[in-house]
């Protein structure tokens, strides 16, 4: 089952909280890549990297939760807050996934 996950950044966080965990944070999507199959930031009107965004299989919500705890930006203070949606790919590199009759 696949899963979006949105990150909403903490307005107040220290600005060099991204570029000081970054590492750590990458190392750990790559670890995880079984799991997670894209993220990156979303971007404000400035173009800057804000809050951000994950395409996840996984099992469960549960799983997909567990997941995120152990982030390394989540401790940090950067993330005020995430939400965990259910998605269902239907379109992917030109091809339908599915058939609509």
Same mark, same amino acid.
């Given at each position: ?14 600005? %060099?909280?991204?570029? @000081? ?9 790559? !670890? ?7 993220? +990156?930031?979303?971007?404000? %009107?400035? =173009?800057? =990297?804000?809050? +951000? ?5 996984? +099992? ?10 152990? %982030?390394?930006?989540?401790? @940090? =203070? ?10 269902? !790919?239907?379109?992917?590199? +030109? ?7």
């Amino acid at each position: 089952m696949k899963f979006i996950i949105l990150f909403e950044d903490a307005p107040d966080a220290d600005p %060099d909280i991204r570029k @000081t965990h970054m590492k750590k944070h990458l190392n750990f999507l790559e !670890q995880n890549s079984n799991m997670i199959e894209a993220a +990156g930031p979303l971007s404000d %009107d400035a =173009g800057q =990297g804000r809050d +951000g965004l994950w395409i996840v299989e996984a +099992g469960s919500e549960d799983e997909v939760d567990r997941l995120v705890h152990q %982030d390394p930006f989540l401790p @940090t =203070g950067l993330r005020q807050s995430y939400s965990i949606i259910k998605w269902r !790919q239907v379109y992917l590199n +030109g091809v339908r996934l599915i058939d609509p009759s």
